[in-house]
């Protein structure tokens, strides 16, 4: 029998903590609620971050902790070690657009960068929990494969991920042209919150 029926409370959706990198280089520890992929192919993680809010109780001025939800670009996160597993059952959803995208094999162009966007691109110091893509042939690669419906008859989705990748886990045995290669077929792409995008640029 189902354990709900036996008066069980079903398992509470993981919210594993986090590492955010700010616009200005700052980190904070947040808690994972769900990623997301736009339709243009970007990936974002949802998080919450627990900040100071003023709040009047009992008629006097106090702060207290409250919670903010935002939506962080997939290239300025980066994993806590001892939440690996968590990571795997946090909700996913993708948005219809770039499922279809996915199925074709067709990739959207980069849009055009202006001037403001060049000029906020700061190269840092890369820290020891982000993943470091050196691009050469000491890199390994890994692809895991998304789920489809049994009347699917596209091409495979699958996602490449590079060793250091926290998202899923597996061996990584694929070479750096192994990686281009698996990235050149139908339904193909890279996940950008390892590095694995810079291959396909």
């Given at each position: 029998m189902d354990g709900q029926f036996q008066g069980e409370v079903p398992e509470r959706t993981p919210t594993p903590q986090i590492w955010i990198r700010l616009y200005d280089g700052q980190e904070l520890l947040g808690r994972l609620l769900r990623r997301w992929q736009a339709a243009n192919g970007l990936w974002f993680y949802e998080v919450s971050l627990t900040l100071w809010a003023h709040a009047i109780v009992r008629g006097k001025d106090t702060a207290e902790p409250a919670d903010i939800i935002v939506s962080v670009p997939a290239t300025h996160v980066a994993?806590?070690?001892?939440?690996?597993?968590?990571?795997?059952?946090?909700?996913?959803?993708?948005?219809?657009?770039?499922?279809?995208?996915?199925?074709?094999?067709?990739?959207?162009?980069?849009?055009?960068?202006?001037?403001?966007?060049?000029?906020?691109?700061?190269?840092r110091e890369p820290l020891?929990?982000?993943?470091?893509?050196?691009?050469?042939?000491?890199?390994?690669?890994?692809?895991?494969?998304?789920?489809?419906?049994?009347?699917?008859?596209?091409?495979?989705?699958?996602?490449?991920?590079?060793?250091?990748?926290?998202?899923?886990?597996?061996?990584?045995?694929?070479?750096?042209?192994?990686?281009?290669?698996?990235?050149?077929?139908?339904?193909?792409?890279?996940?950008d919150a390892c590095g694995a995008n810079l291959l396909a640029t």
């Open positions: 994993p806590v070690a001892e939440e690996a597993e968590a990571y795997k059952r946090v909700p996913v959803r993708r948005h219809p657009a770039a499922i279809a995208r996915a199925r074709t094999g067709h990739r959207p162009s980069a849009p055009p960068a202006s001037p403001r966007s060049r000029a906020s691109t700061v190269i020891s929990r982000w993943p470091e893509v050196r691009g050469d042939d000491t890199d390994r690669w890994k692809i895991t494969y998304l789920r489809r419906p049994y009347n699917d008859t596209g091409p495979r989705r699958s996602v490449l991920h590079h060793a250091s990748c926290f998202v899923t886990g597996g061996a990584a045995d694929l070479t750096t042209d192994q990686a281009r290669e698996a990235l050149r077929q139908p339904g193909a792409q890279a996940c």
